[in-house]
């Protein structure tokens, strides 16, 4: 997928002006939140779940190599085939290989983020191969040649109307004057277009919400079903899967399986939650007659033993998303690329380089609360403040912000300077403020690029003393 | 270099002791239960999860009450069942008003009967296993999917549920092909958050819960 990253500042802009897609994210504002308050208060272990499930992975990641075998043997010994992959290119050839082999020309496919970050489909497609998406958002934001916008809800960026819109333009051969004002027929509708396909398809491509060394088996959690009837109905079943995605025994996968669901939809268990091991067994009567892993790196390797280590504990639930101010204000796609809000602030820059990405970092208010929520209790507003310095020391950052930055700097390193500046700052702002004490724009400043600060609240003034002042005054705190 | 040796270098290359010292994971103390609570609970959650549950105490009126079933829901009076010695050998004979085949599912199904190998009471989930006489496509095709759970196999906790999992597969290497973990019907929120049953599985799971 070609980033656009880089606009991050003008994707944002765009979005902020986007009626219908704020219209959309009010609803990730109110429902979430709720309901993964409502599910962690049921159950009183959840705290120390958190500690279990990030020491969990904090052991595996120490050992990685270790476990990815473990697991590669496991699956051999069952009859399936493991695929290692370094990048993304790598993957997609080796995916459209197997395709090629099985004589396929129709793929279904359940939610796989992997599945974006190497734009499997696109590469498919060129190579004369249908990929066709199953769960319900995927395949409303595929007809509509979107990209997901939420790790779990991928078209909530998608109003109801925009969705009866997009099927009466897919699906022509309905008739035109059907009635699609219940969200239960636009699911029907899909349902019934989706069924036939998934009785023709030729192979199965799925995620993995987690690989089992124990028994060799892909896991993937799904409400709708879809994934299941990919990964069954096919010839060929295909899981994609990063290398982060290793536990090493199914006492293990319990623990981050209590955290997962409760964490993205408030669930105490989604729906379906399915165990692969291998291929059909030889007396079965259903079941793909193939089994076959990809595990990819993409540059995932090179966080272990940095500061970044930690993102790899996540388990993609998107609960920071949708407690993130800035993840409400502006949606998935202003981040450019496949992860968005802050885990995606937090990885993307790891995983396609902080050229392209360095704005993301900065699309933080460091407010914590994704730190808060995060049920790997993942440090993300540590890791952006590690990108910001980095975008600093690396010139990445705008003109005038490392110019302020310097400013800032040369009087902070200079006590005395800093002193009488503050001091000089302090009496003039108030002045400018007048006897209402509050600045209505900033002063010396050009009002152009100042506006957005002051059009629409004014800014308390400095009371005309500065903080050393006041304390020698005797009216410093705590006096 | 091959891509596998190329990953495993660069793990080997940057991997760092974790350091951190070993927690034991809790078990939530809701699914340690046992007897008549721990059904009680499964049924809760079960149902909290939009799951119907009927219990029955005589497997012999089983069939009865799939057909009762199947008239309450205005269905055809047909269905697919798994071929295993628990619903095999149920009296279908003396029903012969309710059309039956065995084997998988297929999209023309809209009913299927199946068995599970466990139940588990912590989330009112159902551990169904893939194998020639419970095949996985009953679980997902048809719309309705009804499931006999016997009542002696509702386990607490995940913990016990994988413990016998192991036992009953020679230590987990005949592990079966599928584990589906199912806790209530099918269901997506992908339009603008509304929750609609029935997306691409079952639009309802009646369990059968045998009193045994």
């Known amino acids: 997928m070609q980033p656009t990253s880089h606009r991050f500042i003008d994707n944002a802009h765009d979005a902020l002006n986007n009626e219908t897609l704020q219209q959309a994210l009010g609803n990730v504002r109110v429902n979430f939140i709720e309901k993964r308050r409502i599910a962690v208060e049921a159950l009183p272990e959840f705290d120390d779940l958190r500690k279990a499930g990030r020491e969990i992975r904090d052991r595996v990641l120490s050992d990685l190599d270790t476990h990815l075998l473990a697991f590669e043997a496991r699956v051999k010994e069952q009859g399936g085939q493991v695929h290692w992959c370094a990048d993304a290119d790598s993957a997609r050839k080796t995916v459209l290989r197997i395709c090629q082999e099985a004589g396929a020309r129709r793929v279904t496919k359940g939610k796989t983020m992997i599945g974006e970050e190497i734009g499997i489909n696109e590469y498919l497609e060129a190579n004369h191969i249908e990929p066709i998406e199953t769960d319900l958002g995927e395949y409303i934001i595929q007809l509509r040649h979107e990209t997901p916008s939420h790790l779990i809800a991928p078209a909530v960026h998608v109003t109801q109307k925009q969705v009866e819109e997009t099927f009466r333009k897919a699906h022509r051969d309905l008739d035109p004057q059907r009635n699609l004002d219940e969200p239960s027929s636009l699911l029907a509708e899909a349902r019934e277009k989706l069924r036939q396909r998934f009785l023709s398809a030729d192979v199965g491509i799925t995620g993995a919400n987690f690989l089992v060394a124990e028994t060799g088996s892909s896991v993937i959690v799904t409400n709708e079903g879809n994934g299941d009837l990919t990964q069954t109905l096919p010839r060929v079943h295909i899981a994609l899967a990063s290398i982060d995605k290793v536990v090493p025994t199914l006492d293990d996968l319990t623990v981050l399986l209590r955290l997962l669901a409760r964490s993205a939809t408030g669930q105490e268990m989604s729906v379906y939650t399915t165990l692969s091991t291998g291929p059909r067994r030889v007396d079965d009567h259903d079941g793909p007659g193939a089994y076959h892993v990809v595990i990819l790196d993409n540059g995932r390797s090179k966080l272990l033993g940095t500061e970044k280590q930690d993102l790899l504990r996540c388990i993609r639930c998107g609960a920071c998303l949708n407690h993130c101010p800035i993840y409400h204000a502006v949606g998935g796609h202003a981040y450019g690329w496949v992860y968005g809000g802050p885990i995606g602030a937090a990885l993307t820059p790891a995983l396609i380089g902080l050229e392209e990405t360095h704005h993301l970092p900065n699309a933080s208010t460091l407010c914590g609360r994704c730190e808060q929520v995060c049920p790997m209790q993942i440090p993300i507003p540590n890791i952006l403040r590690h990108w910001r310095e980095e975008e600093l020391r690396r010139g990445l950052a705008p003109v005038a912000m490392r110019r302020g930055i310097g400013i800032w700097a040369f009087f902070a390193k200079r006590p005395v300077l800093y002193r009488l500046a503050t001091r000089i700052g302090a009496r003039l702002l108030r002045n400018f403020a007048g006897k209402t004490g509050r600045l209505t724009r900033v002063p010396l400043a050009p009002p152009a690029l100042t506006r957005g600060w002051t059009d629409m609240r004014d800014l308390p003034a400095p009371s005309g003393k500065t903080f050393h002042a006041l304390y020698r005054q005797g009216k410093g705190a705590g006096r | ?212």
């Open chain 2, 1 to 212: 270099m091959s891509d596998r040796d190329t990953i495993l270098a660069s793990i080997r290359n940057h991997k760092r002791p974790s350091g951190a010292p070993l927690v034991t994971p809790p078990i939530p103390a809701r699914g340690q239960v046992e007897g008549a609570e721990r059904q009680a609970l499964f049924v809760k959650m079960a149902t909290a999860a939009s799951a119907t549950v009927e219990l029955v105490d005589d497997p012999e009126i089983i069939p009865e009450l799939v057909g009762q079933y199947l008239a309450r829901h205005n269905l055809p009076s047909r269905l697919v069942l798994a071929s295993d010695a628990m619903i095999a050998n149920l009296p279908w004979a003396d029903h012969p008003l309710i059309a039956h085949r065995t084997g998988p599912a297929t999209g023309q199904d809209l009913v299927a009967l199946t068995s599970a190998f466990a139940g588990v009471a912590e989330t009112g989930t159902l551990a169904l296993v893939s194998g020639p006489e419970t095949p996985t496509t009953l679980n997902f095709l048809p719309e309705y999917s009804l499931v006999l759970l016997s009542a002696s196999a509702i386990r607490g906790t995940y913990e016990e549920l994988w413990r016998d999992l192991r036992d009953a597969t020679n230590d987990g290497h005949d592990w079966p092909r599928t584990v589906n973990l199912v806790t209530g019907p099918s269901r997506s929120a992908d339009i603008e958050q509304k929750l609609l049953m029935g997306a691409h599985g079952p639009r309802k799971l009646h369990i059968l819960l045998l009193n045994d």
